[in-house]
């Protein structure tokens, strides 16, 4: 026969039938008595993601069939498990941070000052360092650890660095009520300097009580008279003292790992000139610093004690005269202040016990909420029917 029609015969029957059959009543053959299966549509595909079985009470047999909606809430779950097993997994593996807030009991440490500046327009042998603070402990023109570095009027460095207490003992004199009082700055050396228009960078480290205190930089010599902190200089000496500076870098203890760079690192202050021509520039500037006491304390055990800085800055333009009096004195002024409360910061690991517990508690809270949202979804989307009554009570 052609390949359009069949005749089939039955003998089962004792008339016996002959049906015919097109190949078009077959449905999709290709040829070789075989149907064509069709690509499994996406709603197919989810529903075989659903884990979430339901049975249809209105059906005398109670088999679990899969749905659409149900698929998708469970690529959701199975999404959210993951993200969260993954976020938990890397707060096992590395270290967290924890912080809180308390009193300050350690106010009888010292406190390690570092501190890096340049001064374009002042000279080395004008630079001195003083340290006063609330408990009459004053530091006058420390030199045992504060190195200098002379620039020329451009700006380069002129030799080595070099610490004052470094230079010939002769620059030294013990005076009655002073006590050891520098003369780094003798005449023939400041003439020197100045007359080249040098400038200077200094840079060191103060040991200071952990009280309010500040440390400066201003004109003239400095000693202490009576108690008091007072400051030595001529009129001649303002001309050649501008207090423009740039701090490159000041911190007030050591830095621990995250620890965010002091606001003070790379500030600079300039004094612009005067519009008379006869009038002498300078400038009193006073940083006023908060520092609060922070211990850090590593994985490894290892506590470290230091401060976090914020800072204010207050800037006093001076024009002087050759008939003017001074209504202040040039300089530059840190004030810096401690609170009386301390942060304590810990680096610590998560137990294997809190992970385990926790990655537990997640899955089986998005396998809950997943549940209760799934079947929520059905009940909506199915029509309103009545229950089936059980067949042993028909």
């Given at each position: 026969?052609?390949?359009?029609d069949q005749v089939l015969i039955d003998d089962g029957n004792a008339g016996g039938r002959v049906r015919r059959r097109n190949n078009a009543d077959r449905g999709d053959d290709d040829g070789r ?260 006491p922070t211990t850090f304390k590593s994985m490894l055990g290892r506590q470290l004690h230091t401060n976090q800085v914020s800072v204010n800055d207050y800037f006093k333009r001076l024009d002087f ?74």
């Open positions: 026969m052609g390949d359009e008595g075989s149907p064509t299966r069709r690509a499994p549509s996406w709603a197919s595909r989810v529903q075989t993601a659903d884990m979430f079985g339901k049975i249809d009470s209105t059906q005398l047999d109670d088999v679990a069939f899969r749905t659409t909606a149900g698929g998708i809430v469970s690529v959701v779950c199975y999404f959210l498990m993951f993200v969260l097993f993954v976020s938990e997994t890397s707060r096992f593996l590395f270290s967290n941070r924890y912080e809180h807030l308390k009193v300050d009991t350690s106010r009888s440490q010292m406190t390690e000052i570092y501190f890096h500046i340049t001064f374009p327009a002042i000279c080395c042998a004008d630079v001195h360092v003083d340290t006063m603070d609330v408990t009459g402990e004053q530091q006058v023109n420390v030199v045992q650890s504060i190195w200098k570095t002379r620039l020329d009027m451009f700006g380069n460095a002129i030799g080595r660095e070099f610490i004052d207490k470094d230079l010939s003992p002769k620059l030294y004199i013990q005076m009655p009520g002073i006590g050891l009082m520098s003369l780094v700055g003798t005449d023939h050396r400041i003439a020197e300097q100045r007359a080249g228009h040098e400038g200077c960078i200094v840079r060191g480290t103060l040991i200071v009580n952990k009280v309010e205190g500040n440390f400066h930089v201003a004109v003239g010599r400095s000693h202490k008279s009576q108690g008091h902190h007072v400051h030595n200089f001529r009129m001649s000496d303002l001309p050649h003292f501008n207090t423009s500076h740039t701090i490159h870098a000041m911190s007030f203890g050591p830095r621990y790992s995250g620890q965010p760079e002091s606001p003070l690192n790379g500030w600079t202050r300039t004094i612009e000139p005067s519009s008379n021509p006869d009038a002498i520039v300078s400038g009193l500037f006073q940083y006023h610093i908060e520092l609060t005269t050759g008939s003017a009096s001074v209504s202040g004195m040039p300089g530059v002024f840190f004030q810096y202040k401690f609170s009386p409360f301390m942060v304590a910061i810990d680096d610590r690991r998560t137990s294997i016990v809190e992970y385990f517990t926790s990655t537990f508690a997640i899955i089986g809270g998005v396998f809950a909420v997943s549940t209760m949202i799934d079947g929520l979804i059905y009940r909506l989307s199915r029509p309103m029917r009545p229950y089936r009554s059980s067949p042993l009570l028909s």
